[in-house]
């Protein structure tokens, strides 16, 4: 989430180059190059079950595809600071789809992780002087308040598509290897946005988009595609769903570090309060337990 959260801060000058659907294409297509080795199946895993493959479209369609569009489109028709208190409810959404579908016990404990890490991303969007790098509508005109409840709608739909590519990965984790399930959901991605990206690239002046822009989106493909996913579902083998879900509030912190250290911006009070807070969120959803330290576990 850390590593989100640095890629989405410095990739906004690749949002003002490619438009959005030919940029997801690109960056699954440069992923799908470095993963290819890893697609070919590991002589010790179970052939795939019916189920398992329409988790992994699943996984792709709703995690990487309708996510990007309800989020983009969201935050055309809304305003920043809706956009993120709407956003904020992912670690809550989360919590309550895995507690839902995979029947996984979330401790009080955890409960008050989720509240800190909610309160504390909603103060960041409420703060007044939002940073820029954390803005996701910065640069894109504002629409009038007519459709602003379609944008919050669109909103709670990328939240929900990002809870349940939490608790899918977690699924997923049982039988298939993180290495596996990295480059599957990736070609799924390619697979959906291959229409789309042919027909923006014939449009398209590649010549014009300057070295360090490839640099960037190279960058962005395998930070996106590969590092991010793979480390995610890495962790979820061991972590339950609920609990990985308070780390989503890393994003926004890392997202906040970038944009002081690197772009130079500043935080508020407010703010610094409040990345206070999301980050006590994780303290508490992934300290030991007592009965754990009792055991040695912790």
């Excluded at 000058?13 to 659907?21: G, H, K, N, Q, S």
């Excluded at 229409?195 to 002046?205: K, M, S, T, V």
């Excluded at 190279?218 to 990985?244: H, N």
């Amino acid at each position: 989430m850390s590593l989100v959260g640095s890629y989405v801060a410095l990739s906004k000058p690749l949002a003002a180059v490619f438009p959005v659907l030919l940029l997801a294409w690109l960056r699954f297509g440069i992923g799908g190059l470095a993963m290819a080795h890893w697609l070919k199946k590991p002589p010790g895993e179970p052939p795939m079950s019916p189920r398992t493959r329409r988790l992994l479209f699943l996984e792709s369609f709703l995690g990487n595809f309708l996510f990007t569009l309800c989020m983009i489109s969201g935050v055309k028709l809304t305003n920043a600071v809706s956009a993120g208190v709407i956003m904020a409810a992912i670690p809550a959404a989360v919590a309550v789809l895995s507690w839902l579908f995979l029947r996984e016990r979330v401790a009080p404990r955890v409960w008050a992780g989720v509240a800190c890490a909610v309160v504390g991303i909603a103060l960041v969007a409420l703060s007044k002087q939002e940073l820029p790098a954390l803005d996701p509508s910065a640069g894109a005109p504002q629409n009038t308040t007519t459709l602003a409840w379609l944008g919050n709608l669109l909103l709670i739909g990328a939240v929900l598509c990002e809870a349940s590519y939490a608790v899918i990965g977690k699924a997923l984790t049982v039988s298939l290897s993180p290495r596996r399930i990295s480059a599957l959901i990736n070609l799924w991605g390619l697979i959906l946005t291959t229409p789309f990206g042919l027909w923006l690239a014939w449009r398209f002046d590649f010549g014009a988009v300057p070295v360090a822009t490839w640099v960037l989106l190279v960058f962005y493909a395998l930070a996106a595609c590969m590092w991010t996913v793979w480390l995610w579902m890495t962790g979820l083998k061991s972590v339950p769903a609920a609990q990985a879900g308070v780390f989503t509030v890393l994003l926004p912190v890392s997202a906040a570090a970038v944009g002081v250290g690197v772009l130079g911006e500043r935080l508020s009070g407010l703010q610094m309060l409040a990345y206070g807070v999301a980050l006590t969120g994780v303290l508490l959803a992934t300290a030991p337990s007592r009965t754990a330290r009792d055991r040695g576990d912790g």
